[in-house]
């Protein structure tokens, strides 16, 4: 450790291992003394929750449990994610839901989640066209 360094204390009074600091300095935000971690690799913002995401995010559920006639326990999961691809828009709405216990179905929606309205959801009628086919390498949706 250098001279110039500050030394960082375990509240027992130990030193911090070098995994430690660097796991410290993550949860900080610091990348390097003085520079800032780019904001996507932040720890923080991933906790704090936007009101009106969610929101968004609670609207498609409810909207897809009463489309597809889904019990109240029904496992639904609704997602805003990036995509890379070419041609991909940059940001898109992921839901998946369960039926008769380990029945997945999934489809997207080419748009943020703020942006999804009902009408953006498949028909009803396309229920069992939206079951995922283990060999279509669609892991998540």
Same mark, same amino acid.
């Given at each position: 450790?250098?001279?110039?360094?500050?030394?960082?204390?375990?509240?027992?009074?130990?030193?911090?291992?070098?995994?430690?600091? !660097?796991? @410290? /300095?993550?949860?900080? &935000?610091? =990348?390097?003394p003085?520079?800032?971690? $780019?904001?996507?690799?932040?720890? &923080? $913002?991933?906790? @704090?929750? #936007?009101?009106?995401?969610?929101?968004?995010?609670?609207?498609?559920?409810?909207?897809?449990?009463?489309? %597809?006639?889904l019990?109240?326990? /029904?496992?639904?999961?609704?997602?805003?994610?990036? *995509? =890379?691809?070419?041609? *991909?828009?940059?940001?898109?709405?992921?839901? !998946? %839901?369960?039926? #008769?216990?380990?029945?997945?179905?999934? %489809?997207?929606?080419?748009?943020?989640?703020?942006?999804?309205?009902?009408?953006?959801?498949? $028909?009803?009628?396309?229920? =069992?066209?939206?079951?995922?086919?283990?060999?279509?390498? %669609?892991?998540c *949706?």
């Open positions: 450790m250098h001279a110039t360094e500050r030394r960082l204390i375990q509240p027992q009074g130990r030193p911090l291992s070098d995994y430690q600091r !660097a796991l @410290k /300095a993550w949860q900080a &935000g610091r =990348n390097a003085g520079e800032r971690m $780019p904001e996507a690799f932040r720890i &923080g $913002p991933v906790f @704090k929750t #936007d009101p009106v995401r969610t929101a968004a995010l609670e609207r498609v559920r409810a909207w897809t449990r009463e489309r %597809f006639a019990s109240d326990d /029904a496992a639904i999961l609704v997602a805003q994610v990036t *995509c =890379n691809l070419p041609g *991909c828009p940059p940001l898109e709405t992921v839901v !998946a %839901f369960w039926t #008769d216990g380990a029945t997945r179905h999934q %489809f997207k929606v080419f748009k943020p989640v703020a942006e999804v309205v009902a009408d953006d959801l498949p $028909p009803s009628w396309m229920k =069992n066209a939206l079951i995922a086919d283990e060999e279509s390498g %669609f892991e *949706c």
